[in-house]
């Protein structure tokens, strides 16, 4: 299957109070270490309000996901489930997950 030029794709706003588990998953692939200042596009709402949000890019969709204090809340609590999920040793290494974690 042919990818989709730019121009094709769906184009998405997410906000913090309906953003979904499966784009704060693909958000944090595109931004694994948080988004910095340079990262964020500003635009005005139909409304004239100033929006800040930061692009991502799927095969399929362009997102553009509005950051505010709670969005940023909410990417850190998530990035913070996923690492609680990564086993550390005693002496503080990560750990890879035994064949019994598997299960």
Partial sequence: MKPLKSA???RVIVDYKNVTPQILNLFS?????????EDIIKFK?????M?????????DTKYLVKVSVEMDAKIEA?????????PI??????????EEDED
Avoid: C, H, Q, W
């Avoid at 709402?45 to 309000?49: D, L, Q, V, Y």
């Avoid at 040793?89 to 035994?98: C, F, Q, Y």
């Fill in 8 to 10: 094709d794709k769906k």
């Fill in 45 to 49: 709402n139909a409304k004239g309000e």
């Fill in 89 to 98: 040793s005693e002496e503080g290494s990560i750990e890879a997950p035994s």
């Fill in 78 to 86: 998530f990035l913070d489930d996923e690492e609680d999920d990564t």
């Fill in 29 to 37: 692939d595109r931004y694994p270490y948080g988004y910095e200042d």
């Fill in 51 to 59: 929006v800040r949000a930061v692009p991502f890019e799927t095969d």
